[in-house]
């Protein structure tokens, strides 16, 4: 066994069925074709390719994209809460339920290029300044043609929503216009900036500093896209409610001719070839629908009960849990290709093992250890962060109820993280088995299930903690 793996060469060892038998696989019979997968299968159970991080460099590796994930996750958090005092969101309230499956969309789609970054660093594909040129050129235009129809599909599901529920008659069609051309324009916008940005972070760190790309990119990914999102979507915003005077829609209707008419028919050219097109669709369709949720519950808590404050600490409890679990994802779906198992094998054990929560948290793997940790570091992270949201917003009045209100929360938390590592092995090795890679559509399903179970454990908080409220007059 250590004789026949020696021979094969390093790349073939992690690239998977692809690289191993690309040369045969044109000109060679079928005979030797399938004696090549089968060797393929049988390297396929050999351990040594499973990551090996230890307990002390997995916590370092991760500890600067959590502060970053978490401190975007809180700024997020703070200018959701800031903004609705904001012209924007004032004179087009229905806007806000746009903002919790928007930062969610953009989230699963820099997320689930992050972790496939992550597999193509740790395979080696991303070597040098050539490789860095053909994946641009490869994911940048397919990226950009998902963020336009899904952010404008997103919105014309918005307004939809938002017209069949108003029964005042607020939501003109000019209102309906703006909110649609803002979304667009911040999601093509954003993509490509954050995108680019995540390209060179990953081969700066991995290439030059042997950092795992697997540990930090997905949280850095997520927490910059929602700050960044964020800011522009009430920058496009605001702008629009001021050049559009009276029924003058011309900027409005530029912008949407722009990106709809001009940006995605030349995205849609640049890669019409490309076999991603039947890659992860389906699942960002259902993290928008979940996501959907957890916006309406985000305008049901603020527009209805008057929770002001829950714009607060939203992004916070769904952000952060989302981007730890972006981790364990990634890791996971490296680790299967790097296992050499061809896809629809599980390697390791069965399906049915992996459905066993006992294996999650139980066992003696990486991932089982992982998972450990980042249960036990859960209330730590939480509670530091939730501190900080806390002093930031110090004009907030818990209504003597402070205690009561953080060991809720910090339950809430853990619960929150412990439902979503388990949903996270079965997810990952239910879509292995069935075909899919999973770095195209776990993360996508993780995140937006994370800011659905988010934002109905923070419901509980605050009916257990009773709702808190803030002074906006002092807000700044």
Sequence with gaps: MVTMENEVPNSSRIHGKDTICQDIS???????????????????????????????SFLISTLASLLIAGLGSIFSGWLINWAQNKEFLKEIPDAL???????????NLEMTFASKLGTLSNTGEIDDCLMVRRLIKRYIPFLQVQSI????????????????????????????????????????????????????????????????????????????????????????????????QGDDLWPTVTILLFFVLYILPMMVYMNYKSKQWNSGWWAIIVAMVLSGAGGWILKYAVNTLKWTTFSTFQPLIAGLAGNRIS?????????????????????????????????????????????????????PAQL?????????????????????????????????????????????????????????????????????????LLLGVYLIAKPVTTNHDNCL
Excluded at 333 to 354: C, D, F, M, N, W
Aim: glycine share 6%; charged share 15%; with cysteine.
């Design 149 to 244: 129809l899904f952010s404008l599909l997103l919105a014309v599901l918005c307004v939809v929503v938002a017209a069949a529920f108003d029964e005042k008659g607020k939501l003109s069609t000019q209102s309906a216009l703006i909110i649609i051309a803002s979304a667009i324009a911040t999601a093509s916008i954003s993509s490509f900036i954050i995108e680019m940005f995540l390209i060179a972070l990953v081969f700066t760190l991995s290439h030059f500093f042997g950092i795992d790309s697997d540990n930090f990119a997905t949280p850095v990914a997520a927490s910059c896209g929602d700050f960044g999102t964020f800011l522009l979507f009430m920058g496009f915003g605001t702008l629009q409610l001021k050049s559009d």
């Design 26 to 56: 044109d000109n060679s019979q079928d005979g030797d074709l399938e004696n090549c997968m089968t060797d393929r299968t049988q390297l396929s159970y050999d351990k040594r390719d499973l990551p090996d991080d230890s307990t002390s």
């Design 327 to 379: 981790v364990q994802s990634s890791r996971i779906s490296t680790s299967l290709v790097r296992s050499r198992a061809p896809i629809g094998t599980i390697p390791y054990g069965t399906l049915r093992e992996k459905f066993n929560p006992c294996s999650t948290f139980c066992g003696l793997g990486v991932h089982t250890k992982m998972s450990r940790l980042l249960v036990m570091t859960t209330i």
């Design 97 to 107: 339920m746009l903002v919790t499956p928007l930062l969610g969309l953009k989230g």
């Design 384 to 456: 530091l962060f939730l501190f900080i949201t806390i002093w930031l917003n110090s004009e907030i009045d818990y209504n003597n109820s402070l205690v009561w209100f953080i060991l809720s929360y910090l339950a809430a938390g853990l619960i929150q993280m412990i439902v979503l590592l388990y949903f996270c092995q079965c997810i990952v090795y239910l879509l292995w088995r069935i075909g899919c890679d999973p770095d195209s559509s776990a993360i996508p399903l993780l995140t937006s299930f994370s800011d659905l179970i988010g934002s109905v």
